[in-house]
């Protein structure tokens, strides 16, 4: 049902979270899976510490970390012995690049990770998962990690049971 699964990824605690489900998914329908993760060369410059590094350094940081990201997010799924493939891009419009992807692979389920912004924060960054649901034509599943919501017992009758995140 889904031979190809794409897992978009920034490094997070809550992105990697989708990994999880990933791996129960792809055991699940013998998926392969494709682990992406986009580099904006341009990041809004408004917040945090980007203001403090040039164009160059900025895109060569992130990039590592996303090397590192990616190669956790490798080592996690193929300890359960899964196809997996990586791939680092750079994209200011992350959510065109995974839509780019998703054609140009065959993608054919897309789990990613929701940070659940509100208010003001939301207003500025935006929702990549939002803007992701528009841009494509395949199921995306959305995770979320809540460090407050408990954790249900798997059910019997589920035949894979999904991680905690």
Do not use: W
């Amino acid at each position: 049902m889904y031979p190809h699964i794409m897992v978009p990824i920034d490094g997070t605690d809550t992105s990697l979270c989708a990994i999880a489900h990933a791996k129960a998914i792809a055991k699940a329908f013998g998926s392969t899976v494709l682990v992406l993760y986009v580099v904006d060369p341009y990041p809004f410059t408004g917040i945090g510490t980007d203001l403090a590094y040039g164009q160059a350094q900025y895109v060569a940081e992130s990039s590592e970390q996303g090397q590192q990201a990616l190669q956790q997010a490798r080592a996690e799924l193929e300890a359960e012995g899964l196809a997996v493939q990586t791939l680092s891009l750079e994209g200011s419009i992350v959510q065109n690049t995974i839509s780019d992807v998703v054609k140009e692979r065959g993608i054919s389920l897309i789990i990613m990770a929701s940070h659940g912004r509100s208010g003001l924060e939301k207003f500025l960054l935006g929702s990549t998962t939002d803007r992701v649901l528009g841009s494509v034509q395949v199921p995306v599943m959305v995770v979320r990690k809540s460090a407050d919501e408990p954790t249900a017992p798997a059910s019997e009758a589920a035949p894979v049971p999904m991680p905690p995140c």
